[in-house]
């Protein structure tokens, strides 16, 4: 091409009159050739719309009509990215919408008269086009198959990215029939496996994905698609609608074994409750050309998007053991419904977190699943917003709505989401527009809500018909078209006359080292005098140059004075050296919740931050070894999303100790779902374990019925089998050893902590370093100096046992025991038991909380108790609704009874 400054050269551009300039402009518009060499150069190098700064030459005059067309094309095509998705054909139910009152030609000054018109355009269409052709790209890309959202996205070269990917006419033909056939075989497996459990278990529940059959040839293609993009590990989470589909045409699930649990036969070494089958998970490696692809499928309860979270935390883990480099190698990918996805408040949470420091995962590709009603629920009633995907765009991120009978869009679709991914790390949705054949189950007749809509899904062919339509037109012979599904039928009825692959049940990869059993053997979490003083001297050290408040400063210096000086350890040096000797020892630590960086109560402090700059420093950096990693992260205001993000966490990070917080502990029932159906019961259900520990401040302040309460009646409530351990830790030192051990045993069960609050700074709760350094977590505590001369027992747990020991001072009450539960669960009876033998048989036990008679550990331990102590009495405040009062003088005065009764009654 010729360059500009040539063209210049060629002839003198000064002499030539503007109207002839424009006329010959116009003539090549109409008829390049027409016009000499080296002004169709000139006129090829001129964007008359947008570019015009690119040409170092005078702009040819436009007259006011030719200025408002051109304007007028460029707002033409603004419209149709941004509105053009109203007029695509995604719901196969619905005839498609001819046009839109905001696209017609008289919005934007232009007519029938201009269809015909050359305009140059952006780089992104023809260079010379037609208006008639730019509206048919237009069209084809933007309200055909697929809807787009994009023009939300903030970021211009995002909005571009997309616009050069999307915008060249996508050409059917760049699809192989190799790829045609494959698509054909996957919608087969898809439709004749649930019509096949259909016939041969007609009476059981599956939760048919029979109407959305599309959603496993895009599955497959993401999965294939992963390694020729850099993705070595993808996580699934979705819920159980496709489910067993997912299973044996994603995961490679042997039909063998899913027959098997339709005949309730596969229950060989699993130890637990087990779980219905469309609630399980799996995982396998995929082979391709490309490379490898470990996929897993996360176990997940019916609580729709509950899994959400977990999956997420499940990828992040993975992502921090490896290197910052690589962790768009890990995919989570998650599966929802439409119903679910507007109207669940975890896709909020969960979505928030996608671009945060601590927990984001280099961004989650979402499918949408849009059946088009919920249970018996239509769209109208269950959002208030056009698209179910609407929440999704508080991201601002791409929004890909696809005709749920158009695989070849969706695989379409799906290159362009996993590249867009791996590009900016960001989220991206792709809603697939499709229907439910049957009701919400099997079972379930739809007609009788939705009549007029299942008459039409009732005579609607499967997608895979449908399909082998197309491609029979296109010329794909019919014995070819025929063989694949015979051979998909003859897979089917060969697996079901064969028994089940017998898979080994048990832990794996970095679970390996860990046992399943839980055991009361105590484990040493000692730590030598030296080890602790070097610790302790540097976390006290700051960087040159690093200014820390002045409060704070003191307060580290003091934390290491009372370790050189062996002098009192409150609660927060206990916490942190804890930590510490973990990091020194190679175990990474990460913890998190509201304000957890400095506790809610100021007594943590584990990140500084500089008075001058606003830098930061995290003294516990300094301490780690062995590639060991200590994260403390300030989560958002959620409780349910992150609490599943850091469980999720805690599976795949079984050999560190994974912590989240909680503001105040009764703000844990926010996240009841994640506590009953995955923490308190993963491991019965699914074989999942756990080692998350749960830290939940608790203790009756007089701060009113919100932060007084942990409900620890409702986690005993779910204690059994040894599923989990339940502490309430009464000094630094059994806090420092409790930490260590979750660490350090054989096994992996979730931890319990009620944490103080008022303790955190009271002048008895305080440990020496020796009690640090020596001896182990206590189950029962108690110090009898005569038991012979003991008349009433008082057993207790937690902050009580300090107003309890200040009474029995004041009143010098020596024939009082007081004896301390340290583990609430699994409780040692036998403890308590060895306790009491050397007692008088004539002595009075009684049981003495600050909580209601109804609430706290008194409706757990009564019948348990009562079988070590013959009888035991209840002091503690009565039954209530409500856990604690709102006035400070009524708190003070009810708290004072409850201690005078356990001297007097």
């Not at 060629?10 to 116009?26: E, H, K, M, R």
């Not at 984001?360 to 959002?383: E, K």
């Not at 897979?491 to 692959?501: A, G, K, N, T």
């Not at 955190?760 to 640090?772: I, T, W, Y």
Request: proline share 5%; charged share 20%; with cysteine.
């Amino acid at each position: 091409m010729t360059h500009p400054q040539s063209i210049q050269n060629a002839f003198n551009i000064s002499s030539v009159s503007g109207p002839w300039l424009d006329a010959l402009y116009q003539q090549w518009l109409h008829e390049p050739e027409s016009v000499g060499e080296d002004w169709q150069h000139f006129f090829s190098g001129v964007n008359f719309a947008i570019d015009t700064h690119r040409s170092k030459l005078p702009t040819p005059p436009l007259n006011e009509t030719q200025s408002l067309k051109i304007s007028g094309v460029q707002s033409l095509i603004y419209r149709y990215r941004s509105i053009g998705h109203l007029l695509a054909c995604t719901d196969p139910l619905s005839p498609c919408l001819l046009d839109h009152p905001l696209l017609t030609l008289s919005n934007f000054g232009l007519d029938q008269s201009d269809l015909d018109v050359i305009f140059t355009s952006r780089r992104y269409l023809k260079p010379r086009a037609t208006l008639r052709e730019i509206i048919a790209t237009l069209h084809e890309t933007y309200c055909h198959e697929i809807g787009v959202e994009f023009m939300h996205i903030q970021d211009p070269a995002e909005r571009q990215w997309l616009i050069d990917r999307m915008e060249p006419c996508r050409n059917r033909s760049e699809i192989s029939k190799e790829d045609q056939l494959h698509l054909l075989e996957k919608l087969y497996e898809a439709s004749l496996f649930e019509s096949f459990l259909q016939r041969r278990f007609p009476a059981q529940k599956r939760f048919s994905l029979e109407g959305g059959e599309i959603l496993i040839p895009v599955l497959d293609a993401i999965v294939r698609f992963s390694p020729s993009v850099g993705i070595h590990s993808v996580i699934f989470g979705m819920s159980h609608r496709g489910r067993l589909n997912v299973l044996a045409h994603i995961l490679g699930k042997p039909y063998e074994n899913i027959f098997a649990e339709f005949r309730d036969a596969m229950a060989v070494g699993f130890v637990g409750d087990g779980d219905v089958k469309y609630h399980k998970g799996y995982s396998t490696d995929r082979n391709f050309p490309d490379g490898d692809v470990h996929v897993t499928l996360a176990s997940n309860p019916s609580h729709l998007e509950a899994v959400n979270p977990v999956v997420e935390g499940k990828c992040r883990a993975r992502q921090d053991q490896g290197s910052p480099a690589d962790r768009r190698q890990i995919l989570p990918f998650l599966i929802h419904g439409d119903g679910a996805f507007a109207g669940q408040g975890s896709i909020m949470e969960t979505l928030n977190m996608s671009r945060l420091d601590g927990y984001s995962t280099c961004g989650t590709l979402h499918i949408v699943l849009n059946n088009q009603i919920g249970f018996t629920t239509a769209p109208r009633d269950s959002r208030s917003t056009l698209y179910a995907t609407d929440i999704a765009k508080m991201l601002a991120c791409p929004v890909f709505h696809v005709q749920g009978e158009s695989p070849e869009a969706a695989l379409h679709i799906v290159r362009l989401a996993l590249d867009y991914r791996q590009t900016y790390g960001r989220d991206v949705v792709i809603e697939l527009v499709c229907y439910r054949r049957h009701g919400h189950n099997e079972g379930d007749e739809p007609a009788f809500t939705q009549p007029l809509m299942y008459r039409q899904i009732n005579s609607r062919p499967t997608v895979n018909r449908i399909y082998t339509d197309v491609l029979a037109d296109e010329g794909v012979a019919l014995p070819l078209l025929n063989d694949i599904e015979k051979r998909v039928v003859m897979r089917l009825e060969e697996c079901f006359e064969s028994p089940p692959q017998i898979r080994a049940i048990g832990f794996h990869q970095a679970w390996g080292s860990l046992s399943s059993e839980y055991t009361s053997i105590s484990v040493d979490t000692c730590v030598s005098a030296e080890t602790m003083l070097l610790l302790s001297r540097r976390l006290a050290e700051v960087p040159p140059g690093f200014s820390p408040h002045e409060k704070i400063h003191l307060l580290i210096q003091k934390r290491f004075e009372a370790v050189l000086k062996n002098t009192e350890i409150d609660w927060g040096n206990a916490e942190i050296l804890a930590y510490a000797s973990l990091l020194n020892e190679g175990v990474s630590v990460r913890l998190s919740g509201q304000d957890s960086q400095r506790g809610t109560f100021s007594h943590r402090h584990s990140v500084l931050h500089d008075i001058n700059n606003g830098s930061t420093f995290m003294p516990l950096t300094s301490v780690t070894r062995d590639n060991a990693v200590f994260q403390s992260w300030d989560s958002p205001l959620s409780e349910f999303g992150i609490l599943g993000f850091e469980y999720g966490y805690s599976l795949e990070s079984p050999l560190d100790l994974t912590i989240w917080e909680a503001q105040f502990g009764d703000f844990a029932n926010g996240a009841q779902v994640i506590i009953d159906q995955f923490i308190a019961s993963g491991e019965t259900k699914w074989n999942r374990a756990s080692g998350l520990v749960l830290l939940l401040p608790h203790g009756y302040e007089g701060q009113g019925a919100e932060h007084s309460s942990a409900r620890i009646e409702r986690f005993l409530q779910l204690c059994a089998v040894n599923n989990m351990i339940v502490a309430n830790p009464s000094t630094p030192a059994q806090l420092f050893h409790l930490l260590r051990r979750q660490v350090k045993q054989s096994f992996r069960k979730p931890l319990i902590i009620f944490t103080p609050k008022s303790l955190l700074r009271h002048p008895e709760c305080v440990s020496s370093v020796d009690e640090l350094c020596n001896g182990s977590f206590r189950e029962v505590v108690a110090v009898c100096a005569d038991p012979s001369a003991v008349r009433r027992v008082v057993i207790c747990t937690g902050k009580i046992y300090y107003d309890l020991w200040e009474e029995q001072n004041k009143r010098g009450a020596s024939d009082v025991f007081l004896i301390r539960v340290e583990q609430l669960f699994p409780l040692r009876i036998d403890l308590i038991h060895e306790e009491l033998s050397c007692l008088p048989d004539d002595v009075s036990c009684f049981w003495v909380q600050e909580e209601p008679e109804n609430m706290g550990a008194w409706q757990y331990v009564r019948s348990i108790l009562a079988e070590c102590c013959g009888s035991i009495r209840f002091i503690g405040r009565p039954a209530d609704s409500c856990p604690a009062v709102g006035s400070h003088h009524l708190h003070l005065q009810q708290q004072a009874e409850v201690v005078n009764y356990a001297f007097e009654v």
